[in-house]
């Protein structure tokens, strides 16, 4: 699974990874983040895609990105872009997620 050629891929299958670091438009807390990807969560399956790739999508965003793989495998997803901003299921249904449900921004503000 993967895109033949590009230089990231091990027996054609994309290493998944983190997003390159990036900054929310305005700076946010932690509390207000996950409110973010809960919010997205609950609303993804609505604009179109099976429940159960949003639910594997949402389990490989949550794991240790070696463990990611797996779980995208198990439920036939392929990465176009290794950061998962960008996966498509067995039907070719296309599935993007932002990158604040898959990591922490630059400006994220920490709580006290």
Request: charged residues 25%; positive net charge.
């Amino acid at each position: 699974m993967g895109c033949a050629g590009s230089s990231q891929t091990k027996g054609n299958v994309k290493k998944i990874r983190k997003p390159k670091p990036w900054k929310h438009p305005q700076p946010i807390t932690k509390s207000q983040l996950i409110q973010l990807r809960e919010e997205f969560w609950d609303t993804a399956p609505h604009y179109g895609g099976r429940k159960e790739i949003w639910d594997a999508l949402r389990e490989a965003a949550e794991v240790d990105p070696t463990l990611a793989q797996t779980t995208l495998n198990t439920a036939g997803i392929t990465v176009q872009n290794a950061d998962l901003t960008v996966c498509y299921d067995e039907r070719g249904t296309r599935y993007e997620l932002p990158k604040y449900v898959l990591s922490e921004p630059k400006n994220l503000i920490q709580e006290s």
